[in-house]
């Protein structure tokens, strides 16, 4: 069973960085990771995702330019950080992980909500204008 834990959440002002982690438990090797957000009244919506071992990732096109998830394999941890954050990136983040899916499809153009098993409880971001 992986557990994910998200971490790095808080309030910031509008402009203002954040990095959030996710800890996975046990080997994670050749999993398609994401992050996702939901905001109050919206729908989840993917954020960042990647493929460990595989250094291409994706991004919404909200966040491209500001966003970077990145691996750290020594520490079963993926990261994202968010630069210049706006206010309507206020939501919670979620980390996903699968292992059913290939490459071509973790960084396809599918975020694929219902495709991910395993789940982190999430983390709340703030961010004030």
């Known amino acids: 069973q992986v557990q994910l834990v998200e971490s790095g959440g808080g309030s910031v002002q509008a402009g203002g960085s954040l990095r959030l982690s996710c800890a996975v438990s046990g080997y994670i090797s050749s999993y398609c990771m994401r992050w996702f957000r939901q905001a109050p009244g919206k729908e989840r919506e993917g954020v960042a995702g990647a493929y460990i071992g595989v250094s291409s990732s994706k991004y919404a096109d909200s966040v491209k330019g500001r966003f970077t998830i990145s691996q750290d394999n020594a520490n079963n941890t993926i990261n994202l950080q968010m630069n210049n954050l706006k206010p309507e990136d206020s939501a919670m983040y979620y980390c996903?992980?699968?292992?059913?899916?290939?490459?071509?499809?973790?960084?396809?153009?599918?975020?694929?909500?219902?495709?991910?098993?395993?789940w982190g409880q999430g983390t709340q971001v703030t961010v004030s204008s």
């Open positions: 996903a992980a699968d292992r059913r899916w290939a490459p071509t499809y973790c960084i396809g153009p599918s975020w694929g909500m219902d495709d991910f098993r395993y």
